[in-house]
């Protein structure tokens, strides 16, 4: 006796088949997806600084900052230099530090130091990425002779970006990966309106 298979009935394993393989693509795919959002995170978020926290001292950003002049191809910024770094009680707005400023910087044409103070009770208020924007900026003026890049009278828009150079305070809700990306600019001396102290007449 002949037996006669509805069409209906063929067409379900492959439907199943087709089924299976769909899922099996998007699985894949999911993996795929998680894999490189993984990446992404470890690439963005440097577990260097997870050393430096709330608690940290201005010794201590010096070592992280040195540590990351030395991975970034600088050679050591403190050989050869007395260090001077030290909170200053409140802005001295007599010695030119304004109210948008968190630090100053002194003898920057000095080849043997790096001097420079960090306003306390800014510092306090500070996250750490702030704290670390600050940092590196005020490090910029005393060790590399970095001046900011315009003047606030040649300012006429604000950028588009802020290099750690432009301002020694950055909003609170500023990123660690922003931070990142602008401390590579920083130590790549690449952004716009690159400018130094000029130490020739010293």
Same mark, same amino acid.
């Given at each position: 006796m002949k037996i006669l298979l509805h069409p209906a009935i063929l067409y379900i394993p492959l439907f199943l088949f087709t089924? @299976?393989?769909?899922?099996n693509e998007e699985e894949e795919e999911t993996i795929e997806s998680d894999s490189i959002i993984q990446e992404e995170l470890e690439e963005e978020v440097d577990p260097f600084y997870a050393a430096i926290d709330e608690n940290s001292t201005l010794e201590e950003y010096w070592e992280l900052f040195v540590a990351d002049a030395i991975r970034s191809g600088? &050679?050591? &910024?403190g050989y050869g230099r007395t260090m001077n770094l030290f909170f200053g009680n409140e802005p001295d707005f007599a010695s030119g530090v304004t109210a948008d400023h968190a630090g100053r910087a002194y003898d920057v044409c000095n080849? *043997?130091?790096?001097? @420079? *103070?960090i306003i306390k009770s800014f510092w306090e208020d500070f996250s750490v990425v702030q704290r670390l924007y600050t940092f590196y900026h005020e490090a910029g003026h005393a060790r590399y002779k970095y001046r900011h890049p315009y003047e606030r009278s040649e300012v006429t828009s604000a950028p588009d970006n802020y290099p750690i150079m432009w301002l020694s305070m950055v909003p609170e809700n500023s990123t660690l990966e922003e931070f990142i990306k602008d401390k590579n600019d920083f130590f790549k001396r690449d952004w716009e309106g690159v400018r130094y102290f000029n130490c020739s007449d010293n």
């Amino acid at each position: 006796m002949k037996i006669l298979l509805h069409p209906a009935i063929l067409y379900i394993p492959l439907f199943l088949f087709t089924l @299976f393989s769909c899922s099996n693509e998007e699985e894949e795919e999911t993996i795929e997806s998680d894999s490189i959002i993984q990446e992404e995170l470890e690439e963005e978020v440097d577990p260097f600084y997870a050393a430096i926290d709330e608690n940290s001292t201005l010794e201590e950003y010096w070592e992280l900052f040195v540590a990351d002049a030395i991975r970034s191809g600088k &050679p050591d &910024p403190g050989y050869g230099r007395t260090m001077n770094l030290f909170f200053g009680n409140e802005p001295d707005f007599a010695s030119g530090v304004t109210a948008d400023h968190a630090g100053r910087a002194y003898d920057v044409c000095n080849d *043997e130091t790096v001097s @420079f *103070e960090i306003i306390k009770s800014f510092w306090e208020d500070f996250s750490v990425v702030q704290r670390l924007y600050t940092f590196y900026h005020e490090a910029g003026h005393a060790r590399y002779k970095y001046r900011h890049p315009y003047e606030r009278s040649e300012v006429t828009s604000a950028p588009d970006n802020y290099p750690i150079m432009w301002l020694s305070m950055v909003p609170e809700n500023s990123t660690l990966e922003e931070f990142i990306k602008d401390k590579n600019d920083f130590f790549k001396r690449d952004w716009e309106g690159v400018r130094y102290f000029n130490c020739s007449d010293n």
